[in-house]
């Protein structure tokens, strides 16, 4: 399985974006989620969903702003990112864990990472 991630792009404060992740080859796992990693920083969780059933969770920082979703026939999901703030500039990942379900908000729980797309929010 590889994934893809794309949509990364510029806007200004207060702006929205929607990034995909593409996943090819049969999913067979438990969770994706997208995560992040601004300069200088260490990777963050942002958001996951669960392939099977829907659920989503949301790091505290995103939460009321970004919303997960997925296409399971099409093997996509989607990062909807709304009211978008500088501090969200970062390179987002997409990435798969099959863990429990607290794993999902450890980066280091993901095993299969795809390559990122990159967020610009300016002031």
């Known amino acids: 399985v590889q994934l893809q991630a794309s949509g990364g792009g510029s806007v200004q404060a207060g702006g929205s974006l929607r990034i995909s992740c593409s996943v090819s080859?049969?999913?067979?796992?438990?969770?994706i989620g997208w995560l992040r990693q601004a300069p200088g920083k260490e990777r963050e969780f942002v958001a996951a969903?669960?392939?099977?059933?829907?659920?989503?969770y949301y790091a505290d920082s995103v939460k009321g702003r970004f919303t997960i979703s997925k296409d399971n026939a099409r093997q996509v999901v989607y990062l909807q990112m709304n009211g978008l703030k500088p501090e969200d500039t970062a390179i987002y990942f997409c990435?798969?864990?099959?863990?429990?379900?607290?794993?999902?908000?450890?980066?280091?729980?993901?095993?299969?990472w795809g390559q990122g797309t990159l967020v610009t929010v300016s002031s």
């Open positions: 990435a798969t864990t099959n863990g429990i379900t607290s794993s999902v908000y450890t980066p280091s729980m993901y095993t299969n």
């Open positions: 080859g049969r999913f067979s796992g438990t969770f």
């Open positions: 969903i669960r392939w099977h059933g829907g659920a989503t």
